[in-house]
């Protein structure tokens, strides 16, 4: 080989060595910055490393990883593998598969879980590389992740670059990119939150109706702040394209103090926020100051009747207890159902969890429940309901049942579905903790009780309360007192 020949050769070995390093600086140049390598039409979209609200076809939630087709063509997939930074193939897409144009393609990653879920996890602290191949396992398109608290994932926004959404969409694209929701943060965006934040979404309420009677969705703000907060002419609004509500003249928040907005279509009045909140999550709730300046936004996410979407610092998750006007707390949910409880007079009075002695006609010894009517008038109870849950009534009460005043009325707890004609599908623990509900015929709260912990043939006293007294003298269907001790024997 003569000289020329072997200089040829160097250059050329020193160009393709100068080009491999210029693309590897390239992308890790993209990486560092949490953008996508791709500049094929299929690219990772969106992934979720901590996922509880959004399961698989076989009902699992597990992370995943969403792709996408920005082509106007549809596109055969089959034989793509996606993987993590040990860059072995970790799944491989079934043959056939074609993601439509404009279309998108989930994978869903759990360990050991067999072929229809990638072999990995995603870390929640990021810092991990996602990587998706062709077929002749050329790279596709590269991701490193990014930190993502529970049930927020990454969305990849119009500059490659990802971002945390708390309106994850696998399979869909999003209602709304983050920049159309907070617009220009320089001239749309207040620098610091305002004042008044959103604290509390009820989107399936039915416990606690408005001074009107009304049942309907529930918004709650709260003033976090330690100075009156005058918020006259803000503006409520559901999502950048949906309804407003704005706020009356005068009305002024105390440090501390909340605000409830009621959502309703059905009501004109220019009392209530003229939209609707769905129990499916991923609406975004706007709220702006007078100026029109952004001042506070709560994206929803999946939840029950009766649960609500709180904030906790600027963490968003789902609880089992609704405090519309209260702290977000298990001990003001009491305080909040006390104060919708018993304006009809029908109290729970007696709960009894642990029978062994006082037996009903059929000689059965089941749980029970004693109501009162504390009211002047007779108290139709029919369509009432009783249950241990806030989303469930366990048990109706039929048409014609009705409570005169002072008088008692006590229901068996039979869990063995009903051996008695009255009685509500459902025992209680001995061992407390539990919440009975009883609420009206429109699902409203009537009143509510929360067991404790009892021994056997001990009962827990109600009077008007949430929490109960013990008595070791139970009355069931007489009056908790002496003269109702003497009654009943």
Known sequence: MNRKTQLSIIIAISALLGVLVFIALHISSDLSDNQSTSKFPVQIQEYMSSNTLYPDENGVCTDWVELYNSSDADINIGGFKLTDESRKSRYTVPAGTVISAHGYYVIYCQKSAGAAYADFGISRNGGEELILLNRKNVLIDSVKTISLSENASAERNEKGEFIVSRNPSPGGALLHSEEEILGNAETNFVTTYGKVRFSEVIPGNTLYPDERGVVADLIELVNVSETDADISGYILQDGIDGNQFVFPKGTILKPGEYYVVYCSRAQSEGTYADFALSRNGGETLLLYTREEQLTDYFTTVLCGKNEAVIRI?????????????????????????????????????????????????????????????????????????????????????????????????????????????????????????????LTRSDGTICSAAETVRTETDTSMIYDKTILPSISKQPTPGFPNNGTGLKAYR
């Open 313 to 437: 610092n600027d963490t968003i998750c789902v609880v089992p207890y609704t405090t519309p006007g209260f702290p977000n707390t298990e001990e003001a949910y009491r305080t909040c159902l006390m104060a919708h409880s018993a304006t009809d007079g029908i109290i729970i009075s007696e709960i009894m969890s642990s029978n062994q002695s006082y037996a009903f006609q059929n000689g059965t010894v089941p749980d029970w429940i004693e109501l009162t009517n504390m009211s002047t008038e007779k108290v139709d109870l029919s369509g009432y309901g009783l249950s241990d849950r806030a989303s469930t009534v366990r048990y109706l009460f039929p048409e014609g049942t009705t409570l005169e005043p002072g008088d008692y009325l006590v229901i068996a707890c039979d869990g063995n579905a009903g051996t008695m004609e009255a009685s509500a599908h459902f025992g209680l623990s001995y061992a407390g903790g539990e919440m009975v509900f």
